[in-house]
């Protein structure tokens, strides 16, 4: 069964240090999003792409964070410098269409924790 | 903007009890409503969706219907299991927006033997 595959599933930085998480989406699906969940809450947009194109990045804190897409394949999402309340879990998801309905499917996520 | 309210948890139920998890949305347009779940440690799974009013998702032995007039998408299961236990998060896809996900705060649900 074809799944969004996400790296690393867990990592510890130091505050000010740079980090990096990976994410592939399912293969043949444009749109891929970044979402951010803080412990005990929803997940929240960061970035959605379509294609190697952002459509949405208006939650995106864009002076320590990045996002690219460049081939519209894999993604990578960068925080620089990391801050302690950077700490949380950030959700990568895909799908094949645009639309009201179309389902999001989520990798496993990576658990950041800035120390 | 569009958001989704569910009610607050921890839900503790012991095994066999009847479940509701309640969720309400205010949307532009004609919204798709969704219930994920969410393992410990783990990323998000589709649960059910309905797509349009009077639609009922369910999968699993969960059910829930989308009430246009009440602005609802209720969480119900009739007979829950250990197994249940996991953050239960009702979702919207806005057609009025660009349909990106927008996801409730969450619902904790915890089952005992």
């Known amino acids: 069964e074809a799944e969004v595959a996400q790296s690393p599933r867990y990592k510890i930085t130091e505050k000010s240090q740079a980090v990096a998480f990976w994410c592939d989406p399912i293969?043949?699906?444009?749109?891929l999003y970044w979402y951010r969940q803080i412990l005990g809450q929803g997940p929240e947009l960061l970035v959605q792409f379509q294609d190697e194109s952002v459509v949405d990045d208006s939650q995106l804190p864009k002076d320590r964070f990045s996002a690219e897409r460049l081939k519209g394949v894999d993604s990578t999402l960068k925080i620089q410098p990391a801050e302690l309340g950077d700490s949380a879990m950030y959700l990568c998801?895909?799908?094949?269409?645009?639309?009201?309905?179309?389902?999001?499917?989520f990798g496993q996520g990576t658990r950041l924790t800035v120390v | 903007g569009d958001s989704v309210t569910q009610m607050e948890g921890p839900v503790t139920l012991s095994e066999e009890a009847f479940l509701t998890i309640n969720c309400t949305y205010t949307?532009?347009?004609?919204?798709?409503l969704f219930w994920y779940v969410q393992y410990p440690g783990e990323g998000l799974q589709l649960l059910l969706k309905a797509t349009k009013a009077d639609d009922k998702g369910s999968n699993k032995g969960f059910e829930a219907t989308y009430r246009k007039e009440t602005t609802s998408f209720h969480l119900e299961k009739g007979s829950v299991q250990v197994s249940d236990s996991a953050v239960y998060f009702c979702?919207?896809?806005?057609?009025?927006?660009?349909?990106?996900?927008?996801f409730g705060r969450g619902t904790s649900l915890i089952v005992h033997p």
């Open positions: 293969s043949g699906h444009a749109t």
């Open positions: 979702a919207l896809s806005a057609s009025g927006g660009s349909y990106i996900p927008t």
């Open positions: 949307a532009t347009g004609y919204p798709s």
């Open positions: 998801a895909s799908s094949s269409l645009t639309g009201s309905n179309t389902e999001a499917f």
